[in-house]
C-alpha cells in the first residue's frame, strides 16, 4: 500500500470483527513498535501482549473506553517513558497494522493501579493499543489518499501552516 494511502484512510477503530489476527501480522505489528526510532536510541518501552482473559477483562476496567479492550483480538500494553518516543512507537505499530488491513485504536490509562495489577506490573502501561479486523471500514483502498484526506474531519491545511 502507498504510505500516504495508510496515513490519510487509517482511522481509529472500536468495533472489530470476530476474526483472529494472524501470528505472521501480529509479529510485524510488534517488531513496526520494536525498529522506531528513539532518542539515543534508548528504545524506552516494552510491549506486553494481552492474551490471557481475566487479565484482558481486568486491563478493560482500566481505561477509558472499556469496549475497545473487550471486543479486540489484539491488545497491546507499552509501558515505557519518554512520551515522544512512545507516541512514534505506537503510531507506527497502527501504522503498520492497517498496511496488513488491521485497525487500531489507541486507548488511554484511566485507573493506573488497576492497570498494574491486571499486568501484574510495578509501572503503569502508557497506552494500551487495540487490533483487530474492522467491522465496518470499507478498507483502505475503497477511495484514493486525496480522497481520505478530503473527507477527514481535521481542520484545513491552510489553518495550521504559517510561512516565516
Known sequence: MDTFLTIASK???????????????????????????????????????VEDSERRKRLADAVYEPDNVRGAQLVVAIVGTRPLDLG???????????????????????????AKAALDVDEAPAIVVTFGYPARHPGAESRSAEGWSARAKRKPLEELIGRL
Do not use: K
Not at 492497517?98 to 486507548?107: I, K
Open 11 to 49: 482511522r481509529d477503530t472500536r468495533h472489530y470483527a470476530d476474526r483472529a489476527v494472524p501470528s505472521d501480522v501480529e509479529l510485524r505489528i510488534l517488531d513496526a513498535g520494536r525498529v522506531t526510532g528513539s532518542a539515543q536510541n534508548r528504545q524506552p518501552w516494552r510491549f506486553l501482549v
Open 88 to 114: 512514534r512507537c505506537v503510531q507506527n505499530m497502527m501504522l503498520a497494522a492497517w498496511n496488513e488491513g488491521v485497525a487500531s485504536c489507541p486507548n488511554g490509562i484511566a485507573d493506573e493501579d488497576a
